[in-house]
Nanobody, 119 residues
């Protein structure tokens, strides 16, 4: 079982920045896939940014060039640096981890953190 605890959300004006943190209860280097998702009211949850255990990153087109995912192995923490925020970035942001054990992948979610961008 892996527990994920997010922090760092809040209210920010358009053009501002926030950094979200996701603290993992396990050695983060054992996690095969780390992702940040978001869900706005009335919309489906979408993948915003991800990083594999090989260091490969992927971003949604809507956040490319503005958001950066990173991992600090020493702190077992993943981050999402969000710059040039827009009102459409307003959502609950969730940390996601996938861990492979034998032939199966197990998926874990954090509780979510609210990000609100005012215009």
């Amino acid at each position: 079982q892996v527990q994920l605890v997010e922090s760092g959300g809040g209210l920010v004006q358009t053009g501002g920045s926030l950094r979200l943190s996701c603290a993992a209860s396990t050695t983060i280097s054992s996690i095969n896939f780390m992702g940040w998702y978001r869900q706005a009211p009335g919309k489906q949850r979408e993948l915003v940014a991800s990083m594999t255990d090989s260091g490969s990153t992927n971003y949604a087109d809507s956040v490319k060039g503005r958001f950066t995912i990173s991992i600090d192995n020493a702190k077992n923490t993943a981050y999402l640096q969000m710059n040039s925020l827009k009102p459409e970035d307003t959502a609950v942001y969730y940390c996601n981890a996938k861990v492979r054990r034998s032939v199966l992948y197990y998926t874990y979610w954090g509780q979510g953190t609210q990000v609100t961008v005012s215009s």
